[in-house]
């Protein structure tokens, strides 16, 4: 039986967390609302629809979803259209990966405003059947049925699907969901690497390490 793979984007196939380093601190500041200590942290596993109701529920933010949205998206859209790099040997996998067959669908947390021209910029877009969004999927990552949603739209089989994650709470939510896990290393979560090794079935700190 083939394999499908669901590929995550940031952290996993492209270096673009520092991109969103204190991203939530920044766009309160923008908009005069002092920043929570922690909102980094929770803004981290969110997706704009539910960072934006968080906002409006406890910081008291009056942007709508959309606008909010449009904010942080011109806060990150010119590094993913010319600086954001694929991670090392990431192209690579991919190809192989293509020529083998494999489908694959990229599932990201990211607007696809900003994201396409990242993926066609650094030549990955045609190895990919679809480009899925949370926005688009009114989900997060920290719900599992979001992966499941993602096969079943690909008609991808689960007991044949490999998802890749740099995240904890999205690593977690694909396992839950009774999914192959293949965690990917990035700087940005190097205090979950512990955490990841436990989550994934398998955790790899680069493409060219992984044998299957």
């Not at 920044?26 to 539910?50: A, C, H, Q, V, W």
């Not at 066609?120 to 997060?140: A, H, P, V, W, Y």
């Not at 992966?147 to 999205?170: C, G, L, Q, R, S």
Request: hydrophobic share 40%; proline share 3%.
């Amino acid at each position: 039986m083939k394999r499908n793979y669901i590929f995550d984007l940031d952290g996993t196939l492209i270096d673009s967390m520092s991109a969103w380093d204190n991203i939530g601190a920044k766009f309160l500041l923008s908009i005069g609302i002092n920043p929570p200590e922690n909102i980094d942290e929770i803004y981290r596993t969110m997706s704009f629809e539910e960072s934006a109701e968080y906002f409006r529920k406890n910081l008291g933010m009056i942007l709508t979803t959309k606008e909010m949205i449009d904010k942080v998206v011109s806060m990150v859209a010119k590094k993913y259209e010319d600086e954001i790099p694929l991670k090392p040997h990431a192209y690579d996998f991919l190809e192989k990966s293509y020529k083998l067959g494999i489908k694959m669908t990229l599932l990201t947390a990211s607007e696809m405003v900003y994201v396409l021209p990242c993926v066609k910029r650094l030549k990955i877009d045609n190895f990919f059947e679809d480009i899925l969004t949370c926005t688009q999927l009114g989900m997060s990552k920290s719900n599992e049925h979001i992966y499941e949603y993602a096969a079943e739209k690909m008609n991808y089989k689960k007991n044949a699907t490999i998802v890749f994650e740099d995240a904890p709470h999205a690593a977690k939510s694909a396992k839950k969901a009774g999914f192959f896990t293949v965690g990917i290393y990035d700087k940005s979560a190097d205090k979950f690497k512990d955490e990841m090794e436990i989550i994934c079935d398998i955790y790899t700190d680069d493409f060219s390490k992984l044998t299957f």
